[in-house]
């Protein structure tokens, strides 16, 4: 008995899918994700020029660069990728946490989500607008996470 797709069609779609991430990146940017990209670098330089805030300084950056162009990746969990804590896993991750929402997180996160509701108005931008909200929950609490490729297959 035989499937009802095509090995033509998936093939097809494997082959288009990095050119639709790119193109899906291209209108992410935009549609707000310049400006939160530069709002995760500029906190990124503050925390970068102060010596306290030097352990979240590249977190910004890594996320920044994620929100710049998010389609293709993913945030997962540096636990459950590795499968073993490490430093930013810990307790002194919980606490990395806790002090990065307190002086930085929600400033982001309200901005991700003030961006998620302009992308909602429209029904071309709800993915965009999902992607907002993904990166809102990452703003809360950056410590412990990494960005991977998404795996095709």
């Not at 033509?8 to 990209?37: F, Q, T």
């Not at 530069?38 to 996320?63: E, K, M």
């Amino acid at each position: 008995m035989r499937e009802s797709g095509s090995l033509c069609g998936e093939i097809a779609i494997l082959e288009a899918a990095p050119m639709l991430s790119s193109l899906l990146n291209i209108l992410w940017i935009v549609l707000g994700g310049l400006m939160m990209a530069l709002g995760w670098w500029l906190a990124g330089v503050i925390c970068a020029i102060t010596v306290v805030g030097l352990p979240w300084a590249r977190s910004c950056f890594v996320i920044g660069r994620f929100s710049l162009w998010p389609f293709g990746q993913k945030a997962v969990n540096r636990r459950e990728l590795r499968g073993r804590d490490d430093l930013g896993t810990g307790s002194l991750g919980l606490i990395g946490n806790v002090l990065w929402f307190l002086v930085a997180g929600w400033w982001l996160a309200i901005g991700h989500l003030t961006s998620a509701l302009a992308c909602f108005v429209t029904i071309v931008g709800i993915p965009f607008g999902i992607q907002h909200m993904k990166l809102a929950l990452i703003a809360l609490a950056p410590v412990g996470m990494t960005v991977v490729p998404v795996r095709r297959l």
